[in-house]
T-cell receptor
Framework: AQSVAQPEDQVNVAEGNPLTVKCTYS??????LFWYVQYPNRGLQFLLK??????LVKGSYGFEAEFNKSQTSFHLKKPSALVSDSALYFC?????????????FGAGTRLFVKA | GAVVSQHPSWVICKSGTSVKIECRSL??????MFWYRQFPKQSLMLMAT?????????EQGVEKDKFLINHASLTLSTLTVTSAHPEDSSFYIC????????????FGPGTRLTVT
């Protein structure tokens, strides 16, 4: 069965500092990996995805993520955090070789960026 | 591009009544739509997956007779919460995936349902 783990409930970062939001996954076969962001009382917004190719994926708002197959991780990063980045971040995985096209979401990590 | 709308954005209803939530893909055709439920400070729980023109596939533990899903066209899916109870109060989010760019999902803004 596929699963996603976001080990941190909350990440606190000072504005201007680099940020990392961690994600590890478990899936049979090759994964499709995603990051989404959710602002209060809103739906999720797509940030970036890894399907194949370069392990470093660049997405919206200056975010990037690195696919690490050996560590089964897909951590979200940004070189310089902004206060406006404060939100709830979800990692998601979909197995390529599994039946169906179900995407599984992690529990979410709340990011607080302090001015 | 890839905009998904939901209506209404919030609704309050009395216990025992039914509520319909609409989900529309505004600028693409959604072959597959998903309905999620999100509790406060929790992740999204997939309720069901629907493909246009066919019956929805419900996740284990989700009552199909209570949460009626219709995916009548490539741009519209509806979720009807029948005989609503206070425990059905939640944030309901729909998502759509189209033929092109069929990897990521695009989410609606969500509907806050409160059953009194």
């Amino acid at each position: 069965a596929q699963s996603v783990a976001q080990p941190e409930d909350q990440v606190n970062v000072a504005e201007g500092n680099p940020l990392t939001v961690k994600c590890t996954y478990s899936v049979s076969g090759n994964p499709y990996l995603f990051w989404y962001v959710q602002y209060p009382n809103r739906g999720l917004q797509f940030l970036l995805k890894y399907i194949t190719g370069d392990n470093l994926v660049k997405g919206s708002y200056g975010f990037e993520a690195e696919f690490n197959k050996s560590q089964t991780s897909f951590h979200l990063k940004k070189p310089s955090a902004l206060v406006s980045d404060s939100a709830l971040y979800f990692c998601a995985v979909r197995g390529v070789n599994t039946g169906g096209f179900k995407t599984i979401f992690g529990a979410g990590t709340r990011l607080f960026v302090k001015a | 591009g890839a905009v998904v709308s939901q209506h209404p954005s919030w609704v309050i209803c009395k216990s025992g009544t039914s509520v319909k939530i609409e989900c529309r893909s505004l600028d693409f055709q959604a072959t597959t739509m998903f309905w999620y439920r999100q509790f406060p400070k929790q992740s999204l729980m997939l309720m069901a997956t629907s493909n246009e023109g066919s019956k929805a596939t419900y996740e284990q533990g989700v009552e199909k007779d209570k949460f009626l899903i219709n995916h009548a066209s490539l741009t519209l899916s509806t979720l009807t919460v029948t005989s609503a109870h206070p425990e059905d109060s939640s944030f309901y989010i729909c998502s759509a995936r189209g033929r092109q760019g069929a990897y990521e999902q695009y989410f609606g803004p969500g509907t806050r349902l409160t059953v009194t």
